[in-house]
């Protein structure tokens, strides 16, 4: 049966996904270079943006597995791009370039309607304007029995959570203190919501926990 | 200069320092057992109850360190016993037995004033009604120029954030859910109370890092 995973979901020390005052310059908000430094030394992210090298510890193998077996992403509208409000021209692509690591549809939730973008290396940026469900069942049909990552930021992965369809989620857990910023789990009782870990590896910089929902 | 220091301090994936339903059968709440597994393996845990073995990885460098230059300790009238309101007599001498590990002078914050205890071994609990100011100077000046330790509880070390007397933190960041409980630093930005994360360690069983203040 088809998954939704969140996986590499970097989490501060202090709770937070993301910095205060994210934007173009700083997409994961002030701080969040560090918070993914984790992930930056892996061979996987290297090899994702077509470079030679990096390190294969424990953070990499955790990097590489959130890409087995994906055959959709959702992203929430602001992991596609810091343009808010109506979509001013058809210009913003998402952060990635002409070619994004994603290769597969990507189903971007917002609501503002615009056409699908096909990129070159077999990524499709598809537009949901009808909520987290809809984009659930487009991107479980698009994946054609394959797993659907759901990519964040840190509010989607909140919504989905407490609507109860994540199945599975890895946090890599950063020691370093962000202060404020989107905290996703804050106030939720995950315990509750049904979720255990049911792995946790230490990595090089970060601690990898992964939580399986058993209903 | 002695430094206050809080060492050791365990906190689950989720954020909480002790979890729900603290009392004689669960000191830490329930689930409390599973977030002290990493210190319980260590050869410094089995050192300090009388016992030969253990692991000596990161985990139990984290837990030594705790101990060094350590000239009195702080304690939450919770972290002492579970025994709530006045004293009902001079039965409770603490969870430790007739030997607690702690072989110096011990102040227990208490609204309700008592004798102080002498225990084997050099322990002696002192109790202080006059607040967490109190409770330090007083320990300082027992301390003889060594550093004091905050032992706890959540609640305890929070008052003791908030009024930015902590010089050093430890923090053993388990990957475990707790779902609810006491924590000791939601709604706190540890980041504008001066703290930085100076240290990090990728123990056996937690991620330890040390958070120190710079005014």
Same mark, same amino acid.
């Given at each position: 049966?088809?998954?939704?995973?969140?996986?590499?979901?970097?989490?501060?020390?202090?709770?937070?996904?993301?910095?205060?005052?994210?934007?173009?310059?700083?997409?994961?908000?002030?701080?969040?270079?560090?918070?993914?430094?984790?992930?930056?030394?892996?061979?996987?992210?290297?090899?994702?943006?077509?470079?030679?090298?990096?390190?294969?510890?424990?953070?990499?193998?955790?990097?590489?597995?959130?890409?087995?077996?994906?055959?959709?992403?959702?992203?929430g509208r602001n992991m596609f791009?810091?343009?808010?409000?109506?979509?001013?021209?058809?210009?913003?692509?998402?952060?990635?370039?002409?070619?994004?690591?994603?290769?597969?549809?990507?189903?971007v939730l917002t609501?503002?309607?615009?056409?699908?973008?096909?990129?070159?290396?077999?990524?499709?940026?598809?537009?949901?304007?009808?909520?987290?469900?809809?984009? &659930?069942?487009?991107?479980? #049909?698009?994946?054609? *029995?394959? /797993?659907? @990552?759901?990519? !964040?930021?840190?509010? $989607?992965?909140?919504?989905?959570?407490?609507?109860?369809?994540?199945?599975?989620?890895?946090?890599?857990?950063?020691?370093?203190? &962000?202060?404020?910023?989107? #905290?996703?789990?804050? *106030?939720? /009782?995950? @315990?509750?919501? !049904?979720?255990?870990? $049911?792995?946790?590896?230490?990595?090089?910089?970060?601690?990898?926990?992964?939580?399986?929902?058993?209903?």
């Amino acid at each position: 049966m088809s998954q939704l995973r969140v996986q590499s979901f970097t989490l501060s020390l202090d709770g937070f996904g993301a910095g205060p005052d994210q934007g173009l310059q700083n997409p994961l908000g002030v701080g969040g270079r560090e918070m993914m430094d984790w992930m930056l030394h892996t061979r996987e992210w290297r090899k994702m943006h077509g470079q030679d090298g990096g390190e294969t510890g424990a953070d990499n193998r955790m990097a590489e597995q959130g890409f087995h077996n994906i055959g959709a992403w959702i992203l929430g509208r602001n992991m596609f791009g810091p343009v808010r409000g109506p979509w001013p021209d058809d210009s913003w692509k998402g952060w990635w370039g002409e070619e994004p690591p994603y290769h597969v549809p990507v189903f971007v939730l917002t609501h503002h309607a615009r056409a699908p973008i096909e990129m070159k290396g077999g990524t499709v940026f598809h537009f949901v304007t009808d909520g987290i469900q809809a984009a &659930l069942q487009r991107a479980r #049909a698009a994946a054609g *029995g394959r /797993d659907v @990552r759901l990519g !964040g930021g840190a509010a $989607t992965v909140r919504q989905y959570l407490q609507a109860g369809l994540i199945d599975q989620l890895h946090l890599a857990v950063r020691p370093v203190l &962000l202060g404020s910023g989107e #905290a996703p789990f804050q *106030g939720l /009782d995950l @315990r509750s919501l !049904g979720y255990h870990c $049911t792995e946790s590896t230490m990595g090089e910089r970060a601690m990898h926990v992964v939580l399986r929902r058993t209903p």
